[in-house]
């Protein structure tokens, strides 16, 4: 049930943009994103409901396809900031979060 | 509005020994979970607690480990007769519980060390 991550890694300069995507082989209720830097705590970025909609940070888009149970996130025109592991958690109904291995992402200057 | 927040920050161990983690969620959120994080991976869903009923535990949680929840409130995890697999970096999050977002807020989480 453990959602797989794509790509495994990325590094881009800042201002540049990438997507990186979350796949699940069952139905899902909802994805969760969160970005982890080293050594602290994952840091909610969005949710995205079967359905439509979707809810986090102002800054941050991410899509929902739920034909084919896959979610992917944008990077857009990063910033240094935007460095760390990303996962998605998903939701398959049952209050309970399973994430995927996570996207690392390095923004260089 | 504080965030969620967890006892001891680290904690090392000797095999054999048991070790206590306490979590204080954000005061209005009704549900509180645990997960374990290894190095490389994502958290690991251990189990979840609705105010004070625990609902569900993951067959990683063997019975060395029990979690509490008394009166709703903060929760602990314990941990008996520790083993060096139990290193790990344990995580507790909390939501509000209501309404179709349910959006989980992490501590810094307990980083165990078993030797």
């Known amino acids: 049930q453990q959602p797989v991550q794509s790509p495994q890694a990325v590094i881009l300069r800042e201002g540049e943009d990438a997507v990186i995507n979350c796949s699940s082989s069952k139905a899902l209720y909802s994805v969760h994103w969160y970005r982890q830097k080293h050594g602290e705590a994952p840091v909610f970025l969005m949710i995205?409901?079967?359905?439509?909609e979707q809810k986090g940070h102002d800054k941050i888009s991410a899509s929902f396809n739920e034909k084919k149970q896959q979610s992917s996130l944008y990077l857009t025109a990063s910033q240094l900031s935007y460095s760390g592991t990303y996962f998605c958690?998903?939701?398959?109904?049952?209050?309970?979060?399973?994430f995927g291995k996570g996207n690392q992402v390095v923004v260089i200057p | 509005d504080t965030g969620v927040s967890q006892d001891p920050r680290h904690k090392i161990t000797k095999r054999g020994q048991n070790v206590t983690f306490r979590c204080d969620p954000i005061?209005?959120?009704?549900?509180l979970y645990w997960y374990r994080q290894t190095l490389g991976q994502g958290p690991e869903f251990l189990t979840y607690?609705?105010?004070?009923?625990?609902?569900?535990k993951s067959r990683l949680l063997s019975d060395r480990f029990s979690a509490e929840r008394p009166k709703g409130s903060f929760s602990t995890l314990e941990i008996q007769r520790t083993e060096q697999g139990d290193s790990a970096m344990y995580l507790c999050?909390?939501?509000f519980g209501q309404g179709a977002f349910n959006e989980q807020f992490f501590g810094p989480g307990t980083r165990l060390t078993v030797l």
């Open positions: 958690g998903s939701d398959y109904g049952n209050n309970r979060l399973a």
């Open positions: 995205l409901l079967k359905g439509g």
């Open positions: 999050a909390s939501s």
């Open positions: 607690f609705q105010n004070e009923a625990q609902l569900e």
């Open positions: 005061s209005e959120h009704n549900r």
